[in-house]
């Protein structure tokens, strides 16, 4: 069994990839680097979400990322 999260388009993993999707990975590597620099999971997988949908309303950022 893995030690895996996910969280709407988010998977965070110890070393395991959950996708073969590259797109999930480069999120979920991301979400870590910014997580690593201060902010918080709620912060980076919201920043993340952004630059992924490039344009939407606040709930599509809401449902990408998995924040309330």
Known sequence: MSNTTTHGGFHETGDESISDDPS??????????????????????TFVAFVSLGEGT????SEVADVP
């Open 58 to 61: 606040t709930q599509d950022v």
């Open 24 to 45: 999930d990975h480069a999120r979920s590597t991301a979400v870590k680097q910014l997580k690593a620099l201060g902010l918080s999971t709620y912060a980076a997988r």
